[in-house]
């Protein structure tokens, strides 16, 4: 079964405009992480932010956010002001801490593209 | 700095060839892990390992070895038994225990001809 689905395979966002990818994971742990990637064409991974489980509160990190719904098991991540940089691939990722052994899984991603 | 290095970034070899990724931590990290990455595709395990000496299969290890003599070092054989090498293959690092991000090394691309 999918551990993490990203259901946007692309996505186009204007300058400037924010935008929100999509991301729903799947997990009987109560302890686990969830974050997100940038990849841009040179294949880096490039962390951008994490959210655990029993945070309270949504991550933020500057003009990222990841809006965290824990009954719905969804953490979609918000760019503001989408830049021309910010145009590339998106990872959203999740460790497990109790059945997982601490190995991150991913979904298979969305690609974003910022138009001028 | 501290960070993973991958080499090379760029690897050609004939059908046929063993070939071994290289992958290197100083991080103090106590596990690493290896993924291949297809094109347009997400990040698939391959191997991982939390402690010296002792690795585990992910979820696609058929064609693939790893050793973990070193804390800092979780080197990957593509060997022939892999059918389709050709990929993107990427090496991480985290802390044990901990469920924060894991640290990516630059990638290796290889291409088998």
């Known amino acids: 079964a999918q551990k993490i689905t990203q259901t946007q395979p692309g996505m186009f966002v204007q300058e400037k405009e924010a935008v929100t990818l999509d991301c729903t994971y799947d997990t009987s742990d109560q302890s686990y992480g969830l974050f997100w990637y940038k990849q841009p064409s040179s294949g880096e991974m490039i962390f951008l932010i994490y959210q655990g489980s029993y945070d309270e509160q949504n991550a933020t990190e500057g003009r990222y956010s990841l809006n965290f719904q824990k009954a719905r098991k969804s953490a979609n991540l918000v760019i503001s002001a989408s830049q021309l940089g910010d145009s590339a691939m998106y990872f959203c990722?999740?460790?497990?801490?109790?059945?997982?052994?601490?190995?991150?899984?991913f979904g298979a991603g969305t690609r974003l593209f910022v138009k001028a | 700095d501290g960070g993973i290095t991958q080499s090379p970034k760029y690897l050609f070899r004939k059908e046929g060839q063993n070939v071994t990724l290289s992958c290197e931590q100083n991080l103090n990290h106590d596990a690493m892990y290896w993924y291949r990455q297809d094109p347009g595709q997400g990040l698939r395990l391959i191997y991982y390992s939390q402690i010296v000496n002792d690795f585990q299969k992910g979820d696609i290890a058929e064609g693939y070895s790893v050793s973990r003599e070193k804390k800092e070092s979780f080197p990957l054989t593509v060997t022939s038994a892999q059918k389709n090498p050709t990929a993107f293959y990427l090496c991480a690092s985290s802390p044990v225990g901990s469920l924060t991000e894991a640290f990516f090394g630059q990638g290796t691309r290889l291409t088998v001809v």
């Open positions: 990722a999740m460790r497990e801490g109790d059945t997982g052994g601490f190995k991150t899984i």
